[in-house]
């Protein structure tokens, strides 16, 4: 199984939010996803091999709104082909607008020719990855001493 990282620049009747784990390793870590499957499997990588805090949600909509209202996410993970009117590389060029220090990782499992949809800072990962993959990266960022956003 290949796994492609590239850097840019250097539940059906789940509620639109939900909050697992408990930062043991070191911030939250905001999920967008519209599938299930895939939200579930982020986040048990995350919180049971990372222990990381992790928020989820299914659209770029709720994910803007959860970091209006949220100081405490460090990391946004989101999927590149989402139902509604953003897709994840405009969720992620929002982000990286407005919250310049805030580490950003879009995934997809489709070709986007190299991901350059993807804002300057921000990572690439190509489904399906390994779950160490994410992991890795995850881990990179959240130790990194910038990723705190300034706000």
Known sequence: MAVTVSHAGTEAS??????????????????????RIDRQLIKEILVEDGGYQVVLTSSAE???????????IRLVITDVNMPGGMDGFHLARRVAERWPAMRIVTVSGHDHQGGGDV??????????YLPSALLGLVQKLMSDRVAAPLR
């Open 14 to 35: 789940m509620s639109p939010v939900e909050l697992d784990g408990f930062g043991a390793g070191g911030g939250v870590v905001l999920v967008v996803e519209d599938d």
């Open 62 to 72: 709720l994910a803007l709104g959860l970091l209006e209202s949220r100081t405490d």
């Open 119 to 128: 804002p300057r800072g921000a990572y690439f990962l190509y489904k399906a």
